[in-house]
């Protein structure tokens, strides 16, 4: 996180994580899609010619002033496939929250499973505690033929009790949502700090507005 102080501006990072064919991309595009064009910044994707994500995309996101700072948030998303290893972990320094998207389709347990033991151990290499970082759970494609029960998702895959929603993210069904929810978590962070900073004397952060 960067907080200019001259400029009052806040600029927050947030990566969506998870595996290959997730829905991470289609979360972002409908987020660019939905958003006014003064709120939103180009979204840039660099993808394969089958529309995979090869390395990231980048929509910066305007939410306006908090406490008289203006606030971006920056979202990104990582490849899932398992060759992208060393873009995951380059992508996701200096995260400031994280959106993992799971493929709720049963076949895809396996991979859901194996992508959030990698967001951990990249975590840990970043000496990041994964129990302590904004993280909110995206249970994408709930409309499949069965697909695999809320509570199991939640049971095998949300070992640290964070925050899920239920997505169709290709119809725009819980994408705002999930988003709003790690926006509130990044923001209650800088809250966190600028509450240490004010016991010290220094300025105020921004308050969770989102």
């Given at each position: 996180m960067l907080i200019n102080y001259p400029a009052r501006e806040i600029h927050a990072k947030i990566v969506y994580y998870g595996?290959?064919?997730?829905?991470?991309?289609?979360?972002?595009r409908h987020v660019h899609n939905r958003?006014?064009?003064?709120?939103?910044?180009?979204?840039?994707?660099?993808?394969?010619?089958?529309?995979?994500?090869?390395?990231?995309?980048?929509l910066p996101l305007d939410l306006g002033q908090v406490r008289g700072f203006k606030v971006r948030f920056h979202?990104?998303?990582?490849p899932g496939q398992g060759f992208y290893a060393v873009s995951r972990r380059l992508i996701l320094r200096d995260v400031d929250g994280v959106v993992f998207v799971a493929d709720s389709?049963?076949?895809?347990?396996?991979?859901?499973?194996?992508?959030l033991d990698d967001l951990c151990r990249n975590l840990v290499?970043?000496?990041v505690d994964p129990a302590r970082m904004p993280l909110v759970m995206q249970w994408n494609k709930r409309d499949?033929?069965?697909?695999?029960?809320?509570?199991?998702?939640?049971?095998?895959?949300?070992?640290?009790?964070?925050?899920?929603?239920?997505?169709?993210?290709?119809?725009?069904?819980?994408?705002?949502?999930?988003?709003?929810?790690?926006?509130?978590?990044?923001?209650?962070?800088?809250?966190?700090?600028?509450?240490?900073?004010?016991?010290?004397?220094?300025?105020?952060a921004a308050e969770p507005a989102v």
């Open positions: 595996p290959g064919w997730g829905g991470k991309t289609t979360n972002l958003l006014p064009s003064h709120a939103r910044g180009r979204m840039i994707s660099i993808a394969t010619e089958n529309e995979r994500t090869l390395f990231f995309d980048f979202l990104y998303t990582v389709q049963r076949r895809r347990l396996a991979e859901n499973l194996e992508s290499e970043q000496r499949v033929a069965a697909a695999v029960p809320v509570e199991e998702l939640d049971d095998r895959l949300n070992r640290f009790a964070a925050p899920s929603f239920e997505a169709v993210a290709k119809d725009g069904v819980g994408v705002i949502e999930t988003l709003k929810a790690c926006c509130r978590d990044v923001l209650r962070v800088v809250e966190g700090a600028g509450a240490a900073d004010r016991e010290r004397g220094g300025r105020p």
